[in-house]
Every structure is written in C-alpha cells, then in structure tokens.
C-alpha cells in the first residue's frame, strides 16, 4: 500500500504542476486579455458615437446661431412657398 499512496501523490503533485497550474495560469492571461480588449474597443466606441456631438459642441457660439438662423429661414420658406 505504501508504493500506491506514493505513486498516487506523485502523480498528484505532477498534475498540479504541468496540467492545472499551466491551465489556470493560460485562463487567468486569457481573462485579462479580453477585459483589456473589451475595455478598449468600448472606449473606442464611445469616441465614434459622441464625435458629432463634440464636434458641434466645440464649434464657436456665432457659427452655431447662424446655422439655426439659416434653418430657421428655409423652414420659413418652405412653408411660404408651399402655400
């Protein structure tokens, strides 16, 4: 019984060291990978998504009245010249 409990731990300990550890070490690499990469992409996203809005917030004050003025003059013509 002696050479059973020995073997049986060393093939314990040899699959602690080369099978788990290697897998629970990979998985833990792969873990983080993924969170970094999700962590980057969804910045990235958010930079797309609020480009125009930046963008038209960045513009000065004047540029911005005169576009609204210039919408507000077609809507008016539109509708003038639709009566």
Request: net charge positive; hydrophobic share 40%; aromatic share 14%.
């Given at each position: 019984?002696?050479?059973?409990?020995?073997?049986?731990e060393?093939?314990?300990e040899k699959y602690?060291?080369?099978?788990?550890?290697?897998?629970e070490k990979?998985?833990?690499e792969l873990e983080n990978f993924v969170s970094q990469q999700v962590?980057?992409?969804g910045n990235k996203?958010?930079?797309t998504a609020y480009?125009?809005?930046?963008?038209?917030?960045q513009r000065p004050t004047f540029h911005r009245g005169l576009f609204w003025i210039g919408v507000g003059l077609?809507?008016?013509l539109w509708i003038i010249s639709g009566s």
């Open positions: 019984m002696g050479i059973k409990s020995a073997v049986k060393w093939m314990t602690e060291n080369w099978v788990k550890q290697p897998i990979k998985t833990l962590h980057t992409y996203a958010k930079e480009k125009p809005v930046d963008y038209y917030q077609l809507i008016v």
